[in-house]
Antibody, heavy 121, light 107 residues
Framework: EVQLVESGGGLVQPGGSLRLSCAAS????????MTWVRQAPGKGLEWVSA????????HYANSVKGRFTISRDNAKNTLYLQMNSLRAEDTALYFC??????????????WGKGTTVTVSS | DIQMTQSPSSVSASVGDRVTITCRAS??????LAWYQQKPGKAPKLLIY???SFQSGVTSRFSGSGSGTDFTLTISSLQPEDFATYYC?????????FGGGTKVEIK
């Protein structure tokens, strides 16, 4: 079964840091681009960041550029999101998602259940 | 950045109704568009990709059309399990962007 399981969320003070992880199983992780998407409470979906299958191509939303870093370890089948200088507006449920097709078309066909990040003093 | 505008933001409909949701891109995105369904407390589910291609396992009640800047998602005969929020997403260029969502509610 193809599965993504996020972890690492929690309560952090403004200015703090967190590292999210997404453990993948059931597919050849190293062949697929991966994406982070977030959803603030009661709000819509917001794309955060994406990384190609090899890690050689990385993209960020303007709202997180310079503060968040996406990475992957294909040997460990794990995707990461390092979040620094966190702000209240980063409070959200963070999903990781798998690209539908090897080749990086960025249609997301498998999603994790999400991990919650709360930024508050 | 490409802005994605969905309309309506919400729609009330009855079981058996035909429902159409539109998504407009602020610039041309060819057919690089996906539609997702999200139910409360759940992750989004991919319904349609490349504007009109069916994702495996998705009922044929859902169909997508359009290219360039204007796209539609149609639910041919609304079923109880279809009450949810629907999002479009452009995959033409980074940053990827989602529409604001359309909530399909029970009339």
């Amino acid at each position: 079964e193809v599965q993504l399981v996020e972890s690492g969320g929690g309560l952090v003070q403004p200015g703090g840091s967190l590292r999210l992880s997404c453990a993948a199983s059931g597919f050849t992780f190293s062949s697929y681009a991966m994406t982070w998407v977030r959803q603030a409470p009661g709000k819509g979906l917001e794309w955060v960041s994406a990384i190609s299958y090899s890690g050689g191509s990385i993209h960020y939303a303007n709202s997180v550029k310079g503060r968040f870093t996406i990475s992957r370890d294909n040997a460990k089948n794990t995707l990461y999101l390092q979040m620094n200088s966190l702000r209240a507006e980063d409070t959200a449920l963070y999903f990781c998602a798998k690209d539908r097709q090897a080749g990086g078309y960025y249609y997301m066909d498998v999603w994790g259940k999400g991990t919650t990040v709360t930024v508050s003093s | 950045d490409i802005q994605m505008t969905q309309s309506p933001s919400s729609v009330s409909a009855s079981v058996g109704d035909r429902v159409t949701i539109t998504c407009r891109a602020s610039q041309g995105i060819s057919s690089y568009l996906a539609w997702y369904q999200q139910k409360p407390g759940k992750a989004p589910k991919l319904l349609i990709y490349a504007a009109s291609s069916f994702q495996s396992g998705v009922t044929s009640r859902f169909s997508g059309s359009g290219s360039g800047t204007d796209f539609t998602l149609t639910i041919s005969s609304l079923q109880p399990e279809d009450f949810a929020t629907y999002y479009c997403q452009q995959a033409n260029s980074f940053p990827l962007t989602f529409g604001g969502g359309t909530k399909v509610e029970i009339k």
